[in-house]
């Protein structure tokens, strides 16, 4: 049992943690901090090239972590972003491949492929969104099977093969950090605004807090979860523009190893795993951090399996807070 | 009692200052990484490199001990190393490549994801003047200019596979043959299931393949199809894998099936496979594996780091560095112990 002044001042502490860690601004502060901590030791970190490779690296996360964040509000999970991005990456680059695409050589080659993969991540968020909203099936479950099912179609679609030979207007979309800010910019401002200013927003966030009192209330919850899962598969279809641009190369394996980077970054900025609370903007902060953290460790030296242990205790770290924060805001 | 000598005050005050030394620990560690291991000692040339090394991954013998050979080499000359691995991400793999080019080092040498997606990383290196070197995988044909170390994988698997045709060849009879396919996005695996149908094709007296399973190097899929074919097609005497990684798939279908023997037995599934890892170094020593084709790590990790010097000092500098490995076999096995990877690691 401690001493009173121990029990206020722990009473303080618990009330300023709990009002931090309610804005996911807390993580842009620590992201300030671990420049400032590590660029004296790395020269490189605040080099002009160095912006330019975080900036590179943010981006595509940031647009896959944003879709990840719409389905986290409504309270479900989404396992299949990274086998979308692989599915949308080798089909795009079939459609747009100089050699034997559909459309090579063709000025509407990159357009069309940009259209065609926008739109199978939307197909293959209405496959998640329609499991889990009407045939009433675990979030967990549906998208950890239609990860499979996307990864093996990818895979069997191209045989393995990495398709290359995009028209250098495609290609421009990921090596230009200028247009990939661009996109990741439009994309995240209509996340933001959807999520904050719409009536769709409100349903979304209502639906995760608590899907039966929305339902009570008139929200239309099994349109609402399909529409969530719709926006993330679009998302994770961009995300698979970007990716595929920058590697100049539709590939059957891009974004496999993701899932951890885009999940972490989303729990890490503060978007709750347990539903109804989530900002993009939080989610720009995380992502800039889980970047931000491996692009350090890297320039710091540290092996691999250094920079996976830090990543991963700090990600366990985000998931605890999350799980503290939710029993804070409403209770065990 | 004082709250100044309250337990948890005092965790507290003794927690800030573990922290700040684990942290100060943990940068020291990582830039010591910069630092050039003690004893190393300056041959070959008078200037010390700062050099990257980056991995598509770690997870089989053959690249571990790739690794090591290059770290070695770098050592032995004086260079510095800096690591980076991509754990099979190409994405991650671009921006590791531009870390080191952040950093300035002096070459890079790149185990690339695949023949296409390691081209924007090898552009970037050719904008910042880094020379780069492909080890033992080469990049596409395109305008980015790099030197790829390969193994003469179509030329391997023919050797190694002739020397099993002829084994089969002693029996009197022909034989019903299987082989395990790699990626076949990878253009080693292309290469060694290449050299393969040459010397089968050769030898149709001998040789009738009735299956071709494919792995994609993963050993689950590998288990699995050799289960299969065995099962469709009981008279298989003959397996050629594509990696020798795949021998534990291999060695447990077979024993599942009752046909894992010794050379010698009746019943012996002719053995032969690509790489030299320890794990068909032992079953060579034990009698059930008839030959390996032999990736020389030492030859290609030295070739590597020499031909990042030659092109930092403006000497030509072929395009592709070839390993033309040998075959090891129950013949001669024993003499070839140093010079095989595989009967190092652990050592």
Redesign the interface.
Request: contains cysteine; aromatic residues 2%; proline residues 2%.
């Given at each position: 049992m401690g001493s009173p002044a121990l029990t206020g001042l722990h009473d303080r502490l618990g009330a300023a943690a709990s009002r931090a860690g309610r804005s996911g601004f807390l993580i842009l502060g620590l992201s300030i901090l671990l420049f400032l901590a590590l660029a004296p030791f790395t020269p490189a970190l605040a080099s002009k090239g160095n912006a330019l490779n975080l900036v590179g690296n943010l981006v595509p996360l940031f647009v896959v972590a944003t879709g990840l964040t719409v389905v986290l509000i409504s309270g479900g999970m989404d396992l299949s972003l990274t086998s979308i991005i692989a599915l949308t990456s080798v089909v795009g680059a079939m459609v747009m491949n100089g050699d034997t695409g559909w459309l090579a050589g063709s000025p509407l080659a990159a357009p069309t492929a940009v259209a065609v993969m926008l739109l199978l991540g939307a197909a293959a968020g209405l496959i998640n969104g329609v499991a889990v909203a009407l045939l009433r099936m675990p979030a967990f479950i549906v998208t950890l099977t239609t990860m499979m099912f996307f990864s093996g179609l990818a895979i069997w679609i191209s045989q393995s093969k990495p398709v290359d030979r995009l028209p250098d207007g495609f290609i421009a979309l990921g090596s230009r950090p200028g247009i990939a800010v661009g996109i990741a910019a439009v994309l995240g401002g209509w996340a933001h605004l959807m999520l904050t200013r719409s009536l769709f927003g409100r349903w979304l966030h209502a639906v995760g807090q608590n899907p039966r009192t929305a339902r009570v209330s008139g929200v239309p919850v099994a349109g609402v979860l399909i529409a969530a899962y719709v926006v993330s598969g679009v998302f994770a279809a961009a995300a698979s523009v970007l990716y595929t641009a920058r590697l100049e190369t539709g590939s059957p394996v891009h974004g496999q190893r993701l899932l951890l980077d885009v999940l972490g970054a989303t729990v890490i900025g503060g978007t709750s795993l347990f539903g109804g609370r989530g900002r993009v903007a939080w989610t720009l902060c995380g992502v800039l951090f889980l970047t931000l953290l491996d692009n350090a460790l890297n320039l710091l030296g540290l092996s691999h399996f250094t920079i996976m242990m830090v990543k991963g205790g700090v990600i366990l770290l985000a998931a605890l807070l999350d799980g503290w924060r939710s029993r804070m805001l409403y209770g065990s | 009692?004082k709250?100044s000598s309250?337990p948890?005050?005092l965790a507290r005050r003794r927690f800030l200052p573990a922290v700040l030394g684990l942290?100060m620990a943990?940068?020291s560690?990582?830039?010591g990484?910069?630092e050039p291991s003690e004893g190393a000692t300056a041959t070959g040339t008078a200037e010390r490199l700062t050099v990257g090394i980056a991995f598509e991954t770690?997870q089989t013998e053959y690249w571990v001990a790739g690794y090591e050979a290059l770290k070695s080499e770098c050592a032995r000359r004086g260079f510095k190393v800096?690591?980076?691995?991509a754990?099979?991400?190409?994405?991650?793999q671009?921006?590791?490549v531009?870390?080191f080019?952040?950093?300035?080092v002096d070459g890079i040498i790149l185990v690339p994801?695949?023949?296409?997606?390691c081209?924007?990383a090898i552009r970037a290196a050719n904008a910042a003047g880094i020379p780069i070197v492909l080890f033992n995988r080469p990049a596409?044909q395109s305008d980015a200019t790099s030197v790829a170390v390969v193994a003469d994988n179509p030329g391997l698997a023919r050797a190694t596979v002739d020397y099993m045709i002829g084994e089969a060849r002693k029996t009197g009879r022909k034989h019903q043959a299987m082989i395990l396919m790699g990626?076949?996005?990878d253009i080693n695996a292309i290469g060694r299931r290449d050299g393969f149908d040459a010397a089968v094709a050769a030898a149709p007296d001998v040789i009738e393949v009735v299956s071709r399973i494919p792995t994609?190097w993963n050993q689950e899929k590998a288990q699995a199809g050799v289960v299969n074919g065995l099962q469709a097609n009981p008279g298989i005497r003959f397996i050629f894998s594509s990696s020798d990684f795949l021998f534990p798939s291999i060695v447990s279908a077979l024993k599942a099936a009752g046909k894992y023997h010794r050379i010698g037995d009746p019943g012996h599934v002719i053995l032969g496979g690509i790489d030299g890892d320890a794990t068909a170094w032992q079953m060579l020593q034990d009698g059930y594996l008839d030959a390996t084709g032999v990736q020389d790590v030492y030859f290609e990790a030295a070739q590597s780091v020499e031909a990042l010097v030659a092109l930092r000092e403006g000497r030509d500098v072929a395009s592709v560095i070839l390993d033309p490995g040998f075959v090891i076999h129950q013949g001669n096995f024993r003499e070839m112990a140093e010079k095989t990877w595989g009967a190092n690691v652990g050592k």
């Open positions: - | 009692m709250s309250h948890a005050l942290w943990v940068l560690t990582g830039c990484r910069d770690l800096l690591e980076a691995v754990d099979g991400d190409a994405n991650r671009l921006e590791q531009k870390n080019i952040t950093r300035r994801k695949d023949a296409k997606t081209l924007p596409a990626d076949l996005g994609e």
